[in-house]
Protein backbone atom coordinates (compact mmCIF):
# COMPACT_ATOMS: atom_id res chain seq x y z
CA UNK A 1 0.00 0.00 0.00
CA UNK A 2 1.57 3.54 -1.00
CA UNK A 3 1.18 6.29 1.38
CA UNK A 4 -1.30 7.92 -0.92
CA UNK A 5 -3.92 5.12 -0.03
CA UNK A 6 -2.80 4.71 3.35
CA UNK A 7 -4.31 8.64 3.66
CA UNK A 8 -7.01 7.52 1.36
CA UNK A 9 -7.96 4.23 3.61
CA UNK A 10 -7.82 6.58 6.69
CA UNK A 11 -10.68 9.05 5.12
CA UNK A 12 -12.93 6.67 4.23
CA UNK A 13 -12.70 5.33 7.50
CA UNK A 14 -13.15 8.40 9.62
CA UNK A 15 -16.36 9.15 11.67
CA UNK A 16 -14.92 12.82 12.79
CA UNK A 17 -16.46 15.44 10.00
CA UNK A 18 -14.09 17.73 11.19
CA UNK A 19 -11.00 15.75 10.06
CA UNK A 20 -12.42 14.93 6.99
CA UNK A 21 -12.90 18.54 5.67
CA UNK A 22 -9.83 19.39 7.35
CA UNK A 23 -8.20 17.14 5.38
CA UNK A 24 -10.54 17.91 2.32
CA UNK A 25 -9.77 21.81 2.24
CA UNK A 26 -5.58 21.40 3.38
CA UNK A 27 -4.39 18.01 2.20
CA UNK A 28 -1.32 18.71 -0.12
CA UNK A 29 -2.67 15.49 -2.34
CA UNK A 30 -5.76 16.72 -4.27
CA UNK A 31 -6.75 12.63 -4.75
CA UNK A 32 -6.99 12.45 -0.93
CA UNK A 33 -8.63 15.83 -1.23
CA UNK A 34 -11.27 14.38 -3.57
CA UNK A 35 -12.24 11.63 -1.09
CA UNK A 36 -12.46 13.53 1.86
CA UNK A 37 -14.80 15.66 -0.36
CA UNK A 38 -17.13 12.69 -0.77
CA UNK A 39 -17.59 12.21 2.97
CA UNK A 40 -18.55 16.10 3.80
CA UNK A 41 -21.95 16.36 4.36
CA UNK A 42 -22.36 19.69 5.14
CA UNK A 43 -23.48 21.27 1.83
CA UNK A 44 -22.28 24.88 2.78
CA UNK A 45 -18.61 23.10 3.04
CA UNK A 46 -19.27 21.88 -0.18
CA UNK A 47 -19.88 25.58 -1.64
CA UNK A 48 -16.83 26.43 0.01
CA UNK A 49 -14.75 24.45 -1.79
CA UNK A 50 -16.35 24.87 -5.10
CA UNK A 51 -15.51 28.25 -4.78
CA UNK A 52 -12.11 28.10 -3.17
CA UNK A 53 -10.10 24.65 -4.63
CA UNK A 54 -8.34 25.08 -7.32
CA UNK A 55 -7.84 21.48 -8.75
CA UNK A 56 -10.65 20.73 -10.92
CA UNK A 57 -11.29 17.13 -9.94
CA UNK A 58 -12.03 17.94 -6.19
CA UNK A 59 -14.44 21.45 -6.75
CA UNK A 60 -15.93 18.88 -9.53
CA UNK A 61 -16.74 16.24 -6.66
CA UNK A 62 -17.98 18.74 -4.56
CA UNK A 63 -20.20 19.98 -6.74
CA UNK A 64 -21.61 16.74 -7.56
CA UNK A 65 -23.10 16.91 -3.87
CA UNK A 66 -24.80 19.54 -3.90
CA UNK A 67 -28.27 19.96 -4.58
CA UNK A 68 -28.63 23.94 -4.20
CA UNK A 69 -30.10 24.39 -8.33
CA UNK A 70 -29.87 28.19 -7.62
CA UNK A 71 -25.95 28.04 -6.52
CA UNK A 72 -25.61 25.08 -9.73
CA UNK A 73 -26.42 27.66 -12.03
CA UNK A 74 -24.47 30.26 -11.14
CA UNK A 75 -21.48 28.34 -10.93
CA UNK A 76 -22.52 27.22 -14.74
CA UNK A 77 -22.33 30.87 -15.81
CA UNK A 78 -19.31 32.05 -13.54
CA UNK A 79 -17.36 29.42 -12.10
CA UNK A 80 -13.81 30.62 -13.29
CA UNK A 81 -12.11 27.42 -14.04
CA UNK A 82 -13.71 26.31 -17.19
CA UNK A 83 -14.23 22.59 -16.60
CA UNK A 84 -15.79 22.94 -13.12
CA UNK A 85 -18.44 24.63 -15.29
CA UNK A 86 -18.47 22.39 -17.97
CA UNK A 87 -19.27 19.27 -15.58
CA UNK A 88 -22.07 21.45 -13.51
CA UNK A 89 -23.73 22.10 -16.96
CA UNK A 90 -23.69 18.61 -18.16
CA UNK A 91 -24.68 17.41 -14.76
CA UNK A 92 -27.36 20.17 -14.61
CA UNK A 93 -28.70 18.45 -17.90
CA UNK A 94 -28.07 14.51 -17.55
CA UNK A 95 -29.94 14.99 -13.88
CA UNK A 96 -33.02 17.19 -15.11
CA UNK A 97 -32.23 19.57 -12.57
CA UNK A 98 -33.99 22.11 -13.77
CA UNK A 99 -37.53 22.52 -16.21
CA UNK A 100 -36.55 22.32 -20.00
CA UNK A 101 -37.54 26.15 -20.56
CA UNK A 102 -35.05 26.77 -17.40
CA UNK A 103 -32.70 24.99 -18.50
CA UNK A 104 -32.97 26.24 -22.28
CA UNK A 105 -32.83 29.70 -21.08
CA UNK A 106 -29.56 29.17 -19.05
CA UNK A 107 -27.57 27.22 -22.08
CA UNK A 108 -28.80 30.49 -24.07
CA UNK A 109 -27.10 32.72 -21.12
CA UNK A 110 -23.58 30.42 -21.69
CA UNK A 111 -23.91 30.62 -25.28
CA UNK A 112 -23.51 34.10 -25.16
CA UNK A 113 -21.43 34.61 -22.19
CA UNK A 114 -19.24 31.91 -22.27
CA UNK A 115 -15.20 32.45 -22.90
CA UNK A 116 -14.10 29.12 -23.45
CA UNK A 117 -14.14 27.22 -26.53
CA UNK A 118 -14.62 23.86 -25.02
CA UNK A 119 -18.09 24.40 -23.05
CA UNK A 120 -19.42 26.31 -25.86
CA UNK A 121 -18.96 23.58 -27.87
CA UNK A 122 -20.69 21.20 -25.45
CA UNK A 123 -23.27 23.65 -24.90
CA UNK A 124 -24.05 23.44 -28.47
CA UNK A 125 -24.53 19.89 -28.48
CA UNK A 126 -26.52 19.88 -25.68
CA UNK A 127 -30.22 18.48 -26.93
CA UNK A 128 -31.77 21.33 -25.00
CA UNK A 129 -30.29 24.21 -26.74
CA UNK A 130 -33.20 24.74 -29.00
CA UNK A 131 -34.02 28.39 -29.65
CA UNK A 132 -33.76 28.82 -33.17
CA UNK A 133 -33.54 32.66 -32.23
CA UNK A 134 -30.59 32.26 -30.06
CA UNK A 135 -29.02 29.80 -32.45
CA UNK A 136 -29.62 31.95 -35.61
CA UNK A 137 -27.80 35.16 -33.40
CA UNK A 138 -24.91 33.23 -32.36
CA UNK A 139 -24.09 32.23 -35.43
CA UNK A 140 -23.59 35.46 -36.58
CA UNK A 141 -22.22 36.50 -33.27
CA UNK A 142 -19.14 33.58 -32.73
CA UNK A 143 -16.18 33.47 -34.46
CA UNK A 144 -15.08 29.71 -33.94
CA UNK A 145 -15.59 28.29 -37.02
CA UNK A 146 -16.00 24.41 -35.21
CA UNK A 147 -18.79 26.11 -33.31
CA UNK A 148 -20.69 27.88 -35.88
CA UNK A 149 -20.85 24.05 -37.37
CA UNK A 150 -22.64 22.72 -34.35
CA UNK A 151 -25.02 25.74 -34.54
CA UNK A 152 -26.25 25.36 -38.00
CA UNK A 153 -26.69 21.58 -37.63
CA UNK A 154 -29.42 22.61 -35.39
CA UNK A 155 -31.29 25.84 -37.48
CA UNK A 156 -34.55 24.38 -38.58
CA UNK A 157 -34.75 28.03 -40.71
CA UNK A 158 -34.62 26.37 -44.51
CA UNK A 159 -33.85 29.98 -45.78
CA UNK A 160 -31.51 30.86 -43.12
CA UNK A 161 -29.52 27.24 -43.91
CA UNK A 162 -30.30 27.97 -47.79
CA UNK A 163 -28.23 31.22 -47.36
CA UNK A 164 -25.35 29.53 -45.62
CA UNK A 165 -25.13 27.08 -48.54
CA UNK A 166 -25.03 29.24 -51.19
CA UNK A 167 -23.48 32.48 -49.86
CA UNK A 168 -20.60 31.54 -46.69
CA UNK A 169 -17.12 31.66 -48.18
CA UNK A 170 -16.31 28.94 -45.96
CA UNK A 171 -16.63 25.89 -47.78
CA UNK A 172 -17.32 23.94 -44.29
CA UNK A 173 -20.39 25.73 -43.14
CA UNK A 174 -21.22 25.40 -46.55
CA UNK A 175 -21.03 21.64 -45.97
CA UNK A 176 -22.65 22.02 -42.63
CA UNK A 177 -25.83 23.56 -44.03
CA UNK A 178 -25.57 21.42 -47.19
CA UNK A 179 -26.07 18.16 -44.92
CA UNK A 180 -28.72 19.76 -42.44
CA UNK A 181 -31.24 17.25 -42.69
CA UNK A 182 -34.11 20.53 -43.15
CA UNK A 183 -32.52 22.23 -46.65
CA UNK A 184 -34.66 19.78 -48.77
CA UNK A 185 -35.57 22.73 -51.33
CA UNK A 186 -34.41 20.97 -54.60
CA UNK A 187 -33.77 24.77 -56.56
CA UNK A 188 -31.59 25.17 -53.64
CA UNK A 189 -29.56 21.63 -54.11
CA UNK A 190 -29.43 22.12 -57.85
CA UNK A 191 -27.85 26.03 -57.62
CA UNK A 192 -25.32 24.39 -55.09
CA UNK A 193 -24.73 21.68 -57.43
CA UNK A 194 -23.60 23.78 -60.21
CA UNK A 195 -22.19 26.73 -58.25
CA UNK A 196 -20.30 25.45 -55.24
CA UNK A 197 -16.76 25.56 -55.91
CA UNK A 198 -16.05 22.26 -53.80
CA UNK A 199 -16.60 18.88 -54.93
CA UNK A 200 -17.24 17.39 -51.60
CA UNK A 201 -20.08 19.73 -51.41
CA UNK A 202 -21.43 19.27 -54.59
CA UNK A 203 -21.42 15.32 -53.98
CA UNK A 204 -23.08 15.92 -50.98
CA UNK A 205 -25.92 18.12 -52.57
CA UNK A 206 -26.19 15.22 -55.25
CA UNK A 207 -26.74 12.75 -52.24
CA UNK A 208 -29.66 15.00 -51.14
CA UNK A 209 -31.26 14.02 -54.54
CA UNK A 210 -34.46 12.34 -53.13
CA UNK A 211 -35.85 10.06 -56.03
CA UNK A 212 -36.08 9.69 -59.53
CA UNK A 213 -38.85 12.87 -60.27
CA UNK A 214 -36.69 15.12 -58.58
CA UNK A 215 -33.56 13.98 -60.25
CA UNK A 216 -35.19 14.62 -63.31
CA UNK A 217 -36.18 17.99 -62.65
CA UNK A 218 -33.23 18.77 -61.82
CA UNK A 219 -30.46 17.56 -65.07
CA UNK A 220 -32.95 18.49 -67.11
CA UNK A 221 -32.40 21.84 -66.43
CA UNK A 222 -29.77 23.52 -69.09
CA UNK A 223 -27.43 24.98 -66.46
CA UNK A 224 -26.05 21.86 -65.19
CA UNK A 225 -25.00 20.82 -68.48
CA UNK A 226 -20.97 20.81 -67.11
CA UNK A 227 -21.85 18.73 -63.53
CA UNK A 228 -23.84 16.58 -65.24
CA UNK A 229 -20.94 13.81 -65.14
CA UNK A 230 -20.55 14.17 -61.23
CA UNK A 231 -24.55 13.97 -60.73
CA UNK A 232 -24.70 10.88 -63.33
CA UNK A 233 -21.82 8.63 -61.07
CA UNK A 234 -23.33 9.50 -58.10
CA UNK A 235 -27.17 8.45 -58.35
CA UNK A 236 -28.63 5.30 -59.51
CA UNK A 237 -32.46 6.00 -59.83
CA UNK A 238 -32.94 5.70 -63.76
CA UNK A 239 -32.13 3.07 -66.24
CA UNK A 240 -30.53 3.02 -69.15
CA UNK A 241 -33.19 2.10 -71.28
CA UNK A 242 -34.88 5.29 -70.04
CA UNK A 243 -32.10 7.40 -71.39
CA UNK A 244 -31.80 4.96 -74.73
CA UNK A 245 -35.65 6.20 -75.23
CA UNK A 246 -34.38 9.70 -74.87
CA UNK A 247 -31.59 9.41 -77.60
CA UNK A 248 -33.46 7.59 -79.93
CA UNK A 249 -35.81 10.67 -79.63
CA UNK A 250 -33.38 12.40 -80.27
CA UNK A 251 -35.56 16.00 -80.57
CA UNK A 252 -33.97 17.64 -77.49
CA UNK A 253 -30.04 18.24 -77.72
CA UNK A 254 -29.59 19.02 -74.16
CA UNK A 255 -31.78 15.62 -73.08
CA UNK A 256 -29.48 13.43 -75.44
CA UNK A 257 -26.29 15.39 -73.52
CA UNK A 258 -27.64 14.25 -70.06
CA UNK A 259 -28.78 10.53 -71.58
CA UNK A 260 -24.78 10.14 -72.84
CA UNK A 261 -23.91 10.95 -69.62
CA UNK A 262 -26.26 9.10 -67.71
CA UNK A 263 -26.19 5.68 -69.09
CA UNK A 264 -23.61 3.01 -67.67
CA UNK A 265 -23.44 0.64 -70.46
CA UNK A 266 -20.12 0.44 -72.44
CA UNK A 267 -21.17 -0.68 -75.42
CA UNK A 268 -24.20 1.89 -76.00
CA UNK A 269 -21.91 4.77 -74.98
CA UNK A 270 -19.26 3.08 -77.94
CA UNK A 271 -22.44 3.32 -80.80
CA UNK A 272 -23.23 6.88 -79.49
CA UNK A 273 -19.68 7.97 -80.00
CA UNK A 274 -19.05 6.17 -83.74
CA UNK A 275 -22.29 7.62 -84.36
CA UNK A 276 -23.75 10.46 -86.03
CA UNK A 277 -24.69 12.34 -83.21
CA UNK A 278 -24.00 16.13 -82.33
CA UNK A 279 -20.07 16.27 -81.34
CA UNK A 280 -21.58 17.66 -77.83
CA UNK A 281 -23.36 14.63 -77.06
CA UNK A 282 -20.42 12.51 -78.53
CA UNK A 283 -18.67 14.69 -76.40
CA UNK A 284 -20.22 13.54 -72.89
CA UNK A 285 -20.51 10.11 -73.83
CA UNK A 286 -16.43 10.17 -74.03
CA UNK A 287 -16.83 11.93 -70.65
CA UNK A 288 -18.92 9.51 -69.57
CA UNK A 289 -16.59 7.79 -67.02
CA UNK A 290 -18.32 3.94 -68.27
CA UNK A 291 -16.95 4.47 -71.41
CA UNK A 292 -13.21 2.74 -72.16
CA UNK A 293 -12.77 1.57 -75.13
CA UNK A 294 -8.97 3.47 -76.12
CA UNK A 295 -9.10 1.47 -79.23
CA UNK A 296 -11.68 4.11 -80.25
CA UNK A 297 -10.15 6.86 -79.07
CA UNK A 298 -6.75 6.24 -81.06
CA UNK A 299 -8.67 5.63 -84.14
CA UNK A 300 -10.56 9.25 -82.99
CA UNK A 301 -7.34 11.27 -81.91
CA UNK A 302 -5.50 10.28 -85.90
CA UNK A 303 -8.57 11.48 -87.44
CA UNK A 304 -10.34 14.66 -88.33
CA UNK A 305 -12.27 14.96 -85.28
CA UNK A 306 -13.89 18.46 -83.58
CA UNK A 307 -12.19 19.78 -80.94
CA UNK A 308 -15.21 19.20 -78.32
CA UNK A 309 -14.34 15.42 -79.39
CA UNK A 310 -10.69 15.68 -79.62
CA UNK A 311 -10.30 17.50 -76.08
CA UNK A 312 -12.27 14.18 -74.31
CA UNK A 313 -10.22 11.58 -76.39
CA UNK A 314 -7.35 13.27 -75.12
CA UNK A 315 -8.44 13.34 -71.20
CA UNK A 316 -8.70 9.92 -71.77
CA UNK A 317 -6.31 8.15 -73.72
CA UNK A 318 -3.57 6.06 -72.37
CA UNK A 319 -1.35 5.55 -75.47
CA UNK A 320 1.91 7.49 -74.62
CA UNK A 321 3.14 7.01 -78.58
CA UNK A 322 -0.43 8.53 -79.43
CA UNK A 323 0.09 11.25 -77.18
CA UNK A 324 3.43 11.98 -78.22
CA UNK A 325 2.74 11.82 -81.99
CA UNK A 326 -0.24 14.15 -81.80
CA UNK A 327 1.96 16.71 -79.62
CA UNK A 328 4.89 16.86 -82.05
CA UNK A 329 2.03 17.26 -85.25
CA UNK A 330 -0.02 20.00 -83.65
CA UNK A 331 2.93 22.41 -82.02
CA UNK A 332 1.09 25.29 -81.84
CA UNK A 333 -0.40 26.22 -77.88
CA UNK A 334 -3.55 25.51 -77.20
CA UNK A 335 -6.03 23.98 -74.90
CA UNK A 336 -6.37 20.32 -76.77
CA UNK A 337 -2.39 20.30 -77.02
CA UNK A 338 -1.90 21.85 -73.31
CA UNK A 339 -4.10 18.89 -72.09
CA UNK A 340 -2.34 16.04 -74.03
CA UNK A 341 1.40 17.39 -72.71
CA UNK A 342 -0.25 17.47 -69.48
CA UNK A 343 -1.18 13.82 -69.57
CA UNK A 344 2.49 12.71 -70.96
CA UNK A 345 4.99 10.42 -68.73
CA UNK A 346 8.81 10.55 -68.91
CA UNK A 347 10.88 13.86 -68.74
CA UNK A 348 13.01 12.92 -71.46
CA UNK A 349 10.18 13.65 -74.27
CA UNK A 350 9.07 16.88 -71.84
CA UNK A 351 12.83 18.59 -71.54
CA UNK A 352 12.47 18.70 -75.79
CA UNK A 353 9.21 20.72 -75.47
CA UNK A 354 10.50 23.09 -72.57
CA UNK A 355 13.16 24.61 -75.48
CA UNK A 356 10.35 24.85 -78.30
CA UNK A 357 10.42 28.19 -79.82
CA UNK A 358 6.49 28.86 -78.64
CA UNK A 359 6.26 30.24 -74.61
CA UNK A 360 2.79 28.23 -74.26
CA UNK A 361 4.24 25.28 -75.65
CA UNK A 362 7.60 25.63 -73.07
CA UNK A 363 5.41 26.50 -70.47
CA UNK A 364 3.12 23.54 -70.55
CA UNK A 365 6.28 21.45 -70.30
CA UNK A 366 7.74 23.16 -67.75
CA UNK A 367 4.35 22.80 -65.88
CA UNK A 368 4.16 19.18 -66.27
CA UNK A 369 7.87 18.71 -65.78
CA UNK A 370 7.64 20.60 -62.22
CA UNK A 371 5.07 17.61 -61.08
CA UNK A 372 7.94 14.98 -61.18
CA UNK A 373 9.30 14.26 -57.93
CA UNK A 374 12.67 13.35 -59.54
CA UNK A 375 13.55 16.21 -61.90
CA UNK A 376 15.67 18.23 -60.01
CA UNK A 377 18.41 18.34 -62.58
CA UNK A 378 16.00 19.74 -65.19
CA UNK A 379 14.32 22.46 -63.51
CA UNK A 380 17.77 23.25 -62.81
CA UNK A 381 18.92 24.02 -66.21
CA UNK A 382 15.47 25.31 -66.88
CA UNK A 383 15.59 28.14 -64.23
CA UNK A 384 19.43 29.00 -65.43
CA UNK A 385 18.45 29.27 -69.24
CA UNK A 386 14.75 30.23 -69.80
CA UNK A 387 14.39 34.25 -71.04
CA UNK A 388 10.71 34.01 -69.86
CA UNK A 389 9.57 35.03 -66.69
CA UNK A 390 6.71 33.09 -66.11
CA UNK A 391 8.32 29.86 -67.22
CA UNK A 392 11.24 30.28 -65.36
CA UNK A 393 9.48 31.14 -62.18
CA UNK A 394 7.50 28.26 -62.82
CA UNK A 395 10.59 26.19 -62.87
CA UNK A 396 11.86 27.63 -59.36
CA UNK A 397 8.60 26.65 -57.68
CA UNK A 398 9.34 23.08 -58.29
CA UNK A 399 12.79 23.16 -57.06
CA UNK A 400 13.81 21.18 -54.24
CA UNK A 401 17.66 21.41 -53.82
CA UNK A 402 19.03 23.80 -52.03
CA UNK A 403 22.43 24.48 -53.82
CA UNK A 404 20.87 24.42 -57.12
CA UNK A 405 18.31 27.48 -55.61
CA UNK A 406 20.96 29.19 -54.49
CA UNK A 407 23.05 28.89 -57.68
CA UNK A 408 19.54 30.22 -59.54
CA UNK A 409 19.62 33.20 -57.37
CA UNK A 410 23.42 34.29 -57.58
CA UNK A 411 23.18 33.82 -61.57
CA UNK A 412 20.18 35.16 -62.68
CA UNK A 413 19.42 39.01 -62.59
CA UNK A 414 15.54 39.10 -62.49
CA UNK A 415 14.76 40.44 -58.95
CA UNK A 416 11.19 38.36 -59.25
CA UNK A 417 13.71 34.99 -60.11
CA UNK A 418 16.29 36.06 -57.40
CA UNK A 419 13.94 36.06 -54.71
CA UNK A 420 11.40 33.50 -55.44
CA UNK A 421 14.22 30.83 -55.35
CA UNK A 422 15.53 32.54 -52.46
CA UNK A 423 12.18 32.02 -50.88
CA UNK A 424 12.30 28.73 -51.73
CA UNK A 425 15.39 27.40 -50.21
CA UNK A 426 14.49 25.58 -47.25
CA UNK A 427 15.17 26.79 -43.89
CA UNK A 428 17.96 25.68 -41.52
CA UNK A 429 19.10 26.22 -38.06
CA UNK A 430 22.57 27.21 -37.79
CA UNK A 431 22.54 24.98 -34.25
CA UNK A 432 22.65 22.11 -36.69
CA UNK A 433 26.55 22.98 -37.81
CA UNK A 434 27.35 22.17 -34.17
CA UNK A 435 25.75 18.83 -34.52
CA UNK A 436 27.78 17.52 -37.81
CA UNK A 437 31.25 18.27 -36.33
CA UNK A 438 32.93 19.29 -33.45
CA UNK A 439 32.44 22.61 -33.98
CA UNK A 440 31.60 23.93 -37.51
CA UNK A 441 34.53 25.45 -39.62
CA UNK A 442 33.63 28.66 -42.61
CA UNK A 443 35.85 25.98 -44.59
CA UNK A 444 33.02 22.95 -45.08
CA UNK A 445 30.88 25.55 -46.58
CA UNK A 446 29.82 24.23 -50.21
CA UNK A 447 30.57 26.56 -53.72
CA UNK A 448 26.62 27.81 -53.18
CA UNK A 449 27.05 28.42 -49.88
CA UNK A 450 30.08 30.66 -50.69
CA UNK A 451 27.78 31.97 -53.23
CA UNK A 452 24.98 32.98 -50.47
CA UNK A 453 27.09 34.48 -48.16
CA UNK A 454 28.15 36.96 -50.56
CA UNK A 455 24.94 37.81 -51.74
CA UNK A 456 24.16 38.46 -48.12
CA UNK A 457 27.19 40.55 -47.94
CA UNK A 458 27.67 42.36 -51.18
CA UNK A 459 24.29 42.14 -53.51
CA UNK A 460 23.04 45.80 -55.09
CA UNK A 461 19.60 44.85 -54.38
CA UNK A 462 18.56 45.09 -50.44
CA UNK A 463 15.75 42.44 -50.97
CA UNK A 464 17.92 40.01 -51.59
CA UNK A 465 20.47 40.65 -49.10
CA UNK A 466 18.08 40.62 -46.13
CA UNK A 467 16.19 37.37 -47.55
CA UNK A 468 20.12 35.81 -48.14
CA UNK A 469 21.18 36.94 -44.75
CA UNK A 470 18.51 34.58 -43.36
CA UNK A 471 19.62 31.47 -45.31
CA UNK A 472 23.06 31.85 -44.00
CA UNK A 473 24.77 29.47 -42.28
CA UNK A 474 27.88 30.81 -41.33
CA UNK A 475 27.87 32.84 -38.07
CA UNK A 476 31.01 34.66 -38.04
CA UNK A 477 29.43 36.53 -41.58
CA UNK A 478 26.56 36.96 -38.97
CA UNK A 479 28.58 38.36 -36.62
CA UNK A 480 30.06 41.35 -39.10
CA UNK A 481 26.65 41.69 -40.78
CA UNK A 482 24.71 42.42 -37.23
CA UNK A 483 27.69 44.56 -36.34
CA UNK A 484 27.27 46.96 -38.78
CA UNK A 485 24.89 49.46 -40.19
CA UNK A 486 23.84 47.88 -43.16
CA UNK A 487 19.83 47.01 -43.83
CA UNK A 488 20.36 43.35 -43.66
CA UNK A 489 21.49 43.84 -39.87
CA UNK A 490 18.40 43.23 -38.05
CA UNK A 491 17.87 40.12 -40.07
CA UNK A 492 21.24 38.68 -39.21
CA UNK A 493 20.79 39.80 -35.57
CA UNK A 494 17.61 37.41 -35.66
CA UNK A 495 19.31 34.49 -36.99
CA UNK A 496 21.55 34.92 -34.11
CA UNK A 497 19.39 35.16 -31.49
CA UNK A 498 17.65 31.43 -33.00
CA UNK A 499 21.03 30.18 -32.94
CA UNK A 500 21.43 31.37 -29.16
CA UNK A 501 17.89 30.33 -27.56
CA UNK A 502 18.19 26.40 -29.30
CA UNK A 503 21.32 26.25 -27.32
CA UNK A 504 19.15 27.27 -24.14
CA UNK A 505 16.84 24.34 -24.97
CA UNK A 506 19.72 21.68 -24.93
CA UNK A 507 19.64 19.56 -21.85
CA UNK A 508 22.14 17.01 -22.76
CA UNK A 509 25.53 18.02 -20.67
CA UNK A 510 28.32 16.26 -22.97
CA UNK A 511 26.42 18.60 -26.07
CA UNK A 512 26.71 21.62 -23.66
CA UNK A 513 30.44 20.31 -23.17
CA UNK A 514 31.09 20.34 -26.53
CA UNK A 515 29.75 24.02 -27.24
CA UNK A 516 31.70 25.57 -24.36
CA UNK A 517 34.87 24.43 -26.35
CA UNK A 518 34.01 26.44 -29.48
CA UNK A 519 36.30 29.24 -30.27
CA UNK A 520 33.38 31.77 -30.90
CA UNK A 521 32.96 33.25 -27.31
CA UNK A 522 29.13 33.53 -28.05
CA UNK A 523 28.48 30.21 -28.28
CA UNK A 524 30.75 29.40 -25.85
CA UNK A 525 29.14 31.56 -22.99
CA UNK A 526 25.84 31.05 -23.81
CA UNK A 527 26.29 26.78 -23.28
CA UNK A 528 28.52 27.55 -19.97
CA UNK A 529 25.34 29.66 -18.90
CA UNK A 530 23.03 27.03 -19.83
CA UNK A 531 25.48 24.41 -18.40
CA UNK A 532 25.12 26.41 -15.03
CA UNK A 533 21.21 26.67 -14.82
CA UNK A 534 21.23 22.73 -15.60
CA UNK A 535 23.59 22.27 -12.67
CA UNK A 536 21.91 25.40 -10.73
CA UNK A 537 18.35 23.55 -11.04
CA UNK A 538 20.05 19.87 -9.89
CA UNK A 539 21.64 21.45 -6.94
CA UNK A 540 18.12 23.18 -6.15
CA UNK A 541 16.21 20.10 -6.03
CA UNK A 542 18.95 18.71 -3.41
CA UNK A 543 18.63 21.92 -1.59
CA UNK A 544 14.81 21.67 -1.56
CA UNK A 545 15.40 18.16 -0.08
CA UNK A 546 17.00 19.64 2.89
CA UNK A 547 14.73 21.99 4.04
CA UNK A 548 12.77 21.19 7.11
CA UNK A 549 10.31 24.55 7.60
CA UNK A 550 7.03 23.38 6.16
CA UNK A 551 5.64 26.80 5.50
CA UNK A 552 9.13 27.48 3.28
CA UNK A 553 8.43 24.22 1.31
CA UNK A 554 4.51 25.19 0.99
CA UNK A 555 5.72 28.16 -0.91
CA UNK A 556 7.65 26.34 -2.88
CA UNK A 557 5.20 23.99 -4.10
CA UNK A 558 3.08 26.68 -4.68
CA UNK A 559 5.01 29.42 -6.26
CA UNK A 560 8.30 28.30 -7.86
CA UNK A 561 8.64 28.62 -11.31
CA UNK A 562 10.09 25.61 -12.17
CA UNK A 563 8.02 23.15 -12.76
CA UNK A 564 9.93 19.85 -11.10
CA UNK A 565 11.69 21.69 -8.04
CA UNK A 566 7.58 22.50 -7.58
CA UNK A 567 7.15 18.86 -7.62
CA UNK A 568 10.71 18.04 -4.86
CA UNK A 569 8.97 20.52 -2.93
CA UNK A 570 5.57 18.90 -2.38
CA UNK A 571 6.95 15.13 -2.33
CA UNK A 572 9.05 16.55 0.71
CA UNK A 573 6.23 18.11 2.23
CA UNK A 574 3.92 15.39 1.76
CA UNK A 575 6.34 13.23 3.90
CA UNK A 576 6.78 15.61 6.52
CA UNK A 577 3.21 16.24 7.00
CA UNK A 578 2.65 12.33 7.17
CA UNK A 579 5.57 12.59 9.70
CA UNK A 580 3.83 14.94 12.22
CA UNK A 581 0.33 13.40 11.35
CA UNK A 582 1.79 10.00 12.65
CA UNK A 583 1.70 11.18 15.83
CA UNK A 584 -2.37 11.99 15.87
CA UNK A 585 -3.09 7.88 14.33
CA UNK A 586 -4.36 5.88 16.92
CA UNK A 587 -2.40 2.53 17.44
CA UNK A 588 -5.14 -0.01 17.63
CA UNK A 589 -6.88 1.43 14.63
CA UNK A 590 -4.12 2.29 12.72
CA UNK A 591 -2.18 -0.69 12.54
CA UNK A 592 -2.14 -1.42 8.82
CA UNK A 593 -1.29 2.23 7.67
CA UNK A 594 1.56 2.29 9.87
CA UNK A 595 2.73 -1.07 8.51
CA UNK A 596 2.71 0.73 5.23
CA UNK A 597 4.46 3.47 6.20
CA UNK A 598 7.47 1.33 7.45
CA UNK A 599 7.38 -0.83 4.07
CA UNK A 600 7.68 2.47 2.00
CA UNK A 601 11.05 2.92 0.75
CA UNK A 602 9.94 6.50 -0.48
CA UNK A 603 9.91 7.28 3.43
CA UNK A 604 12.93 9.02 5.51
CA UNK A 605 14.29 6.51 7.87
CA UNK A 606 12.87 8.40 10.88
CA UNK A 607 9.96 8.86 9.28
CA UNK A 608 10.01 4.82 8.55
CA UNK A 609 11.40 4.43 12.60
CA UNK A 610 8.47 6.31 14.06
CA UNK A 611 6.24 4.01 12.36
CA UNK A 612 8.06 0.91 13.78
CA UNK A 613 8.15 2.12 17.25
CA UNK A 614 4.19 2.46 17.07
CA UNK A 615 3.55 -0.84 15.48
CA UNK A 616 2.17 -3.89 18.26
CA UNK A 617 3.36 -6.82 15.39
CA UNK A 618 6.84 -8.09 16.81
CA UNK A 619 7.18 -10.12 13.94
CA UNK A 620 6.72 -7.69 11.96
CA UNK A 621 9.17 -5.03 13.47
CA UNK A 622 11.92 -7.60 14.00
CA UNK A 623 11.94 -7.53 9.38
CA UNK A 624 12.86 -4.48 9.57
CA UNK A 625 15.87 -4.12 12.43
CA UNK A 626 18.33 -2.24 10.26
CA UNK A 627 16.27 0.63 10.63
CA UNK A 628 15.21 0.46 14.34
Not at 211 to 224: C, F, G, H, N, Q
Not at 273 to 298: E, G
Not at 368 to 383: C, E, N, T, V, Y
Not at 593 to 603: H, Q
Request: contains cysteine; negative net charge.
Amino acid sequence: MTSRDAKIESVRNSSNQDEVIYTAKNDIDWQVRRVAVEKINDENVLKDIVNEELTSAVAIKAMEHIDDKEFLSDICLNHPDAYVRLACINRMSDESLLLKKDLTSLLDKILFNDPNDIVLKSVCENPYLDNQESLTKAVFTIENEDIKRLLIRKITDEDMLADFALNSENKFLRLEAIQNPNLTDLDTISEIIIHDSDEFNRLMAIYKIPDEESLLEIILRKPLHHRLPQVAQNTNFLSDDYFLEILNDGTDEYACQVAAAFISDGEMLENIVLSKSSDKIRADAIRNSHFTNQKILDELIVTKTSPEILFEAISKIENQDVLKDYILNHLQHDEITAKAISRVDGTDFLRDLSTHPDLGIRFEAVKRISQFGDADGILRDIALTEDNDEICLKAVSAMKIRNDLIEVAKSRHEKNIRISALRHVADKRLIYNYFKSDIAHSGEFTPAEFALNEMALEDNDDDVKIISTGKVMDKELLDDIAAGEDVNRFEAQKRLNSLFEDIKQIEHKQILSRLIQSPDKDISSVAQATLDDLDLWEDRLSKVNEIDDINTLKDIARNDFNYFVRMEAEGKLEKMLFHIRLDEIGLKSNQEELKAIASDGEFSREIRRSALLKITDHAFVEKFENII
